[in-house]
C-alpha cells in the first residue's frame, strides 16, 4: 500500500522565517496531495492542496511543489508568524480515491 | 451550510464493552470517511462510505463496523474495545468519492480502560 514518509518531525523558527516540509510517497499512481493544519485540540484543515497535473500552487504565504518523477512534495510557508504554530500533516490520496493516507506529522514553531 | 460534526466528543469505555460514534456530513457531501488518530501521529483510514456502500477500508479488523443513512451521516462502531483503541475518531465529509477535499469534523475522544 501507499506510504508516506514526512520530515522534519519538529520545525521551529523565528518569526518572518520561511518553513519548509517535505514529504516522498511510494504509489507513483497517487494524484491528489493535500496538507493539513492542525491546532492543538482542533480538527485537521486544509490549508493546501495539488493535483498531479501542476507542479506548483501557492495561496499568499503558502505554496506547494510536486516532483511526480521523485515522488515528493513540498510545503512552503514564508513570512511565518506566531499562529503559524501547529501541527501540519501531507496526505496523498491512495490509488483508489478512496482514503487520504498521513505522514506523521511535523510541529512548527514560530517564535517571535 | 453546516460543518461536519460528531457526537460525542468524549467517551470512556472500558475493555470488551461495545462503542458507536456518530457523524454528520456537511450539507451536500455524499461521502464519508473515518480516520483514528491516536495521540502524537497522523489519521489512519479506518474506511470510507460512499452513497450508503463501504467503498474501501483501511487496515483494521473487523470489529470495526460503520453504517452510512441516507441522509449521508454515518456510524462507526467498534466491538470488543482493546486498550489500543484509544484515540482522537475523526469522520471527514467531501462532495464526491475521489480527489475532493476532505473536511474533518472536531472528533470524538475515546479512551478505554
Known amino acids: 500500500g501507499e506510504n508516506v514518509e514526512q520530515h522534519p518531525s519538529t520545525l521551529s523558527v523565528q518569526e518572518g522565517d520561511s518553513a519548509v516540509i517535505k514529504c516522498t510517497y511510494s504509489?507513483?499512481?497517487?494524484?491528489?496531495f493535500p496538507w493539513y493544519k492542525q491546532e492543538l485540540g482542533k480538527r485537521p484543515q486544509l490549508i493546501i492542496d495539488?493535483?498531479?497535473?501542476?507542479g506548483e500552487k501557492k495561496d499568499q504565504r503558502i505554496a506547494v511543489t510536486l516532483n511526480k518523477t521523485a515522488k515528493h512534495f513540498s510545503l512552503h510557508i514564508t513570512e511565518t508568524q506566531p499562529e503559524d504554530s501547529a501541527v501540519y500533516f501531507c496526505?496523498?490520496?491512495?490509488?483508489?480515491?478512496?482514503?487520504?493516507?498521513f505522514g506523521k506529522g511535523t510541529t512548527l514553531s514560530v517564535s517571535s | 451550510e453546516t460543518g461536519v460534526t460528531q457526537s460525542p466528543t468524549h467517551l470512556i469505555k472500558t475493555r470488551g464493552q461495545q462503542v458507536t460514534l456518530r457523524c454528520s456530513s456537511q450539507?451536500?457531501?455524499?461521502?464519508v470517511s473515518w480516520y483514528q488518530q491516536a495521540l502524537g501521529q497522523g489519521p489512519q483510514f479506518i474506511f470510507q462510505?460512499?452513497?450508503?456502500?463501504?467503498?474501501g477500508r483501511g487496515n483494521f479488523p473487523p470489529r470495526f463496523s460503520g453504517l452510512q443513512f441516507p441522509n449521508y451521516s454515518s456510524e462507526l462502531n467498534v466491538n470488543a474495545l482493546e486498550l489500543d483503541d484509544s484515540a482522537l475518531y475523526l469522520c471527514?465529509?467531501?462532495?464526491?468519492?475521489?480527489?475532493?477535499?476532505?473536511?474533518f469534523g472536531p472528533g470524538t475522544r475515546l479512551t478505554v480502560l
Open positions: 471527514a465529509s467531501s462532495l464526491e468519492a475521489g480527489g475532493n477535499e476532505q473536511f
Open positions: 504509489d507513483s499512481a497517487s494524484n491528489y
Open positions: 495539488i493535483r498531479s497535473n501542476v
Open positions: 496526505a496523498v490520496e491512495n490509488q483508489a480515491g478512496t482514503a487520504l493516507i
Open positions: 450539507s451536500g457531501h455524499n461521502t
Open positions: 462510505y460512499y452513497r450508503e456502500e463501504e467503498n
